[in-house]
């Protein structure tokens, strides 16, 4: 270290030249850079020593222009591929030999520039360069490739990003996917916050909480402005997988050969299908055939999807990950492919319908006299909704004298159930229905002759498919309720009739339960009790079918009571969780309803307490027929009835306010 000698050092990482001037005690020393500016520095932070004689701060941009036009990085790659053979390392000064033919210190300047910026084709050892082998150099390069090719991607991103807050259209390259989903996933589960979403939301001038994410996606159109969280955040598959597709698909051009080649045709009778006018999935129907004595044998006519499904096949597995069908107001999720469930495995009327058809003659009293069990050939004749089966009843259509055996069959039916100790509940319900474009409907379900007539049937078919596998012991999905502990009568009767006191009876219900042995089922009054009669939409049903008709056929059994009690288990906990989102979406849609009308008044009932000291309860809308928590300004009593308007409502939260409008005109 001499005064005037020409080095390189670094300053924050920054490649710096400057003129030795003096010594600083011991063991530092003063170097000017280009600018005269004085830096202490020690000789380890030394890079580079220029030889060539004495320098003064004031050569130094000199030098560096001098040197500037040798700085090619791409010719390392040719001395790189002249010493890779050999493995030889080489110092700054042979690099100078080897690129330019020269040894001049401002050459050799540059040879140590390139070899010491170089990350591709050589590597520092010591005071020299040794080159890498081919394959790390290959790796290294495609390492950088995929670097680049994430930086344009990135660049890309942007600019979409910029164009779709700027209101332009814009198509999303794959590779933005996973981005977005990012940022879905920090709304989804703001408790995990992800780099890259925070990185988006920056780049995008937003603040980095989940609110800002949601309202992010919206204005990008990736979600829209209600888009179901309760759905997102829940393992319901919201698309069928390609292989699925495939085998539902081949089901549409090529069915399997019916494992039930021996139908009994029943095309002779007259079917009715009776459901809601939207409903797609059609999976039950009725008959009824006049017999000899007055006597009557009521049929219950179910869907076969089963037999497009193998047990343990793609279609089988999908459906048993989904559970059931999931309806929301904004429309249906299936549980299978949507053109398999609404035509080959739906009962479609006008075509030849593979069925699972139930045969029962009732006493009396209502009580089942005798039943058999086929799987069938039907043709449906007429599909009717409630509202037509309704008006049928009260005309008293000649025409159609199936339709009133069929109610009073129904009715004697509710009666022998409640003789045998059934409790029916009675509470307000509703519809919510979400049009296309964003129109909210929410329509209150009357209280209808053709609804209960529709329920008891399903529940006799339940009762006689319990009863049958019962006495074969075949393990299906049993359904039972425990006998709940009611209040005592005396202490009902204090309460006002109709929905108070239905509400009070429904809070002493326990949850059904299901397993592989026969429950009684206290709510419905029944010893043993399957449901059987929405195989396209609940896969228990599924699984009662498949044994069903294994049975009937002579064959083994698909599923072993292990396999059944596992399966159960599985399918049990997916369907809670679809219950679960359905529940809150139609919370969700009823809330933003309110808050769309919140300049209505509403007459509202007083129905529970939820912490009566607090004077914090829940209201039932009645034109609506929705629960909702209200914290009540005065003292009221269960059964008043008042007039509440919105006051805040935040779908988003799940918050609601009321307050009340005394005094206004609703």
């Known amino acids: 270290m001499e005064k005037g000698k020409l080095i390189e050092f670094r300053r924050q990482g920054e490649r710096r030249l400057a003129v030795i001037d003096r010594p600083e005690g011991k063991k530092d020393w003063i170097v000017l850079d280009e600018g005269g500016v004085a830096h202490k520095i020690r000789p380890q932070q030394v890079e580079y020593e220029i030889d060539g004689g004495s320098y003064k701060p004031s050569d130094i941009p000199s030098f560096i222009q001098q040197v500037k036009p040798y700085l090619d990085p791409s010719s390392l790659e040719v001395a790189w591929e002249l010493l890779v053979e050999e493995g030889k390392a080489v110092s700054p000064s042979e690099m100078a030999q080897l690129l330019f033919s020269d040894q001049s210190p401002l050459l050799c300047y540059a040879a140590h520039c390139l070899l010491s910026e170089d990350k591709i084709y050589f590597k520092r050892k010591g005071d020299l360069y040794e080159p890498r082998s081919a394959s790390q150099v290959d790796e290294i390069k495609h390492q950088i490739e995929v670097e680049q090719q994430r930086h344009r991607e990135k660049e890309a991103f942007l600019d979409r990003l910029q164009q779709a807050l700027a209101g332009e259209r814009v198509e999303w390259a794959e590779s933005d996917r996973s981005r977005l989903e ?40 990736w979600w829209s402005p209600h888009e ?79 037999r497009l499904v193998t047990p343990g096949g793609e279609l089988d597995l999908e459906a048993r990950r989904r559970s059931t069908s999931l309806y929301l107001p904004t429309g249906m999720i299936s549980m299978f492919p949507p053109a398999l469930a609404t035509d080959p495995m739906s009962l479609v009327q006008g075509k030849l319908c593979p069925a699972l058809s139930f045969g029962i003659v009732l006493d009396e009293t209502g009580a089942v006299e005798d039943y058999s069990i086929y799987t069938s050939l039907i043709k449906p004749t007429y599909r009717l909704t409630y509202e037509d089966v309704d008006e049928m009843l009260e005309l008293g259509i000649q025409a159609e004298p199936e339709i009133a055996a069929l109610a009073t069959w129904a009715q004697r039916r509710q ?60 393990p299906v999905p049993f359904r039972g309720q425990p006998q709940p502990e009611l209040p005592p009568e005396e202490e009902l009767l204090l309460l006002p009739a109709g929905p108070v006191r239905a509400c ?163």
């Open 504 to 666: 009070a009876l429904r809070r002493c219900m326990p949850r059904s339960e299901i397993g592989i042995t026969p429950i009684r089922h206290a709510s419905l009054g029944l010893d043993t009790y399957t449901q059987v009669t929405s195989p396209i939409r609940r896969y228990t049903d599924l699984l009662a079918h498949f044994q069903l008709k294994a049975h009937l056929r002579g064959d083994s059994l698909p599923f072993s009571s292990e396999q059944m009690q596992e399966i159960l288990y599985s399918v049990t906990s997916s369907a809670q969780e679809a219950t679960a989102v359905e529940r809150q979406t139609n919370r969700y849609w009823g809330l933003e309803y309110l808050r769309r009308h919140a300049d209505c008044v509403w007459q509202v009932l007083v129905l529970r307490w939820l912490r009566e000291e607090e004077n914090l309860g829940v209201i039932l809308l009645e034109e609506l027929g929705l629960e909702l928590p209200h914290r009540f300004e005065r003292p009221v009593s269960l059964g008043d009835r008042l007039k509440v308007q919105v006051y805040r409502a935040d779908p988003h939260r799940d918050e609601i306010r009321f307050r009340e409008a005394i005094g206004q005109v609703s």
């Open 228 to 306: 179901n969280l309760f759905l997102r955040r829940s393992g319901y598959p919201l698309q069928f997988p390609k292989k699925v597709l495939e085998v539902a698909q081949s089901c549409l051009t090529s069915p399997p050969p019916d494992p039930d080649a021996n139908r009994l045709d029943l095309t002779h009778l007259k079917v009715y299908t009776i459901d809601d006018e939207s409903t797609e999935e059609i999976d039950d129907g009725l008959s009824v055939e006049f017999l000899e004595h007055g006597k009557v044998r009521l049929w219950i006519h179910i869907a076969d999807p089963s």
């Open 182 to 221: 990012a940022v879905e996933k920090f709304v989804l589960q703001p408790e995990q916050p992800a780099r890259a979403a925070q990185e988006i939301l920056s780049w995008a001038g937003r603040s980095q909480t989940p609110e800002a994410a949601f309202e992010l996606l919206v204005d990008l159109g």
């Open 415 to 474: 009666q022998w159930r409640r003789s045998q100790g059934s409790i029916d509940i009675q509470m307000p319900e509703s519809v919510i229905k979400v049009k296309a474009d964003d129109e909210i409907v929410i329509e209150l379900l009357e209280v209808s002759r053709a609804r209960q007539l529709v329920a008891e049937m399903m529940i006799l078919a339940g009762e006689v498919a319990g009863r049958y596998c019962q006495e074969h012991n075949l």
